[in-house]
């Protein structure tokens, strides 16, 4: 659909699927990087691993005109890369902004509790 | 091993993990509203990537089944990579109040 950007676009998609309840629900997943970089860091290497064997026992292909071209480390394509560095951070910011938005339910409805009472 | 195989093999070690580290995760609502949010944009955006042929299987290394274009595999796939990333991050952030909350009481005393 986007050529040799198709893969990119998804990952694009992601990124601004997900990047947005930093600050729509005030939560602190971005603007904690110590913590965020050290889960991705401890997450993404083992399924880089997986990735790598998978690609090598032809689990599954990558379409070279829908890909930049672009290999990193144990012949793994660079939008992989970016894949198991942006699945960890879209599925903790999707899990802080649900807590975000349960506490800030939760607060309107004591609130709205305390004036009817 | 087939994909299929490990695959199964992602999800035990996933849930091994998150019981070991005490992550708590499948105890909180939340988490099971935030884990179908995140599976249906699994699905959306999986289902380009397999329906356009950007990812493409080795059918011998797979059961067949698919949901949105893509292997059921994937959804063990997706899980295990989830589970592990809300459960460090869960674990993390566990560490962190638990190092605020003893340098707090270190700095009242």
């Known amino acids: 659909m986007f050529g040799e950007w198709s893969y990119m676009a998804m990952l694009a998609f992601v990124l601004v699927a997900s990047g947005w309840l930093e600050f729509a629900f005030k939560i602190r997943v971005w603007r904690n990087p110590v913590r965020l970089f050290s889960t991705v860091l401890l997450v993404a290497p083992v399924f880089i691993v997986w990735d790598a064997y998978a690609i090598s026992q032809g689990h599954w292909f990558f379409d070279k005109d829908q890909i930049l071209g672009i290999y990193g480390p144990l012949g793994i394509p660079l939008e992989e890369y970016l894949f198991f560095i942006l699945i960890p951070i879209a599925s903790v910011l999707t899990f802080e902004g649900v807590n975000s938005a349960k506490a800030m339910l939760d607060t309107w409805l004591a609130k709205r509790e305390k004036v009817s009472a | ?109």
């Not at chain 2, 955006?45 to 292997?71: H, K, S």
């Not at chain 2, 997706?78 to 340098?103: D, P, T, Y």
């Open chain 2, 1 to 109: 091993m087939t994909y299929t195989m490990l695959a199964f093999i992602g999800v035990a070690v996933a849930i091994i993990i998150e019981r070991a580290i005490g992550a708590k995760l499948f105890r909180s609502p939340n988490f099971y509203l935030a884990y179908f949010i995140v599976m249906f944009f699994q699905l959306v955006t999986n289902g380009y990537l397999t329906g356009q042929g950007i990812v493409t299987y080795g059918e011998d290394m797979i059961m067949g089944a698919r949901v949105a274009n893509a292997p059921v595999e994937d959804l063990l796939f997706g899980f295990a990579l989830v589970i592990l990333s809300m459960s460090v991050w869960s674990k993390l952030g566990q560490v962190e109040s638990a190092r605020a909350g003893n340098k707090a009481t270190s700095e009242n005393a």
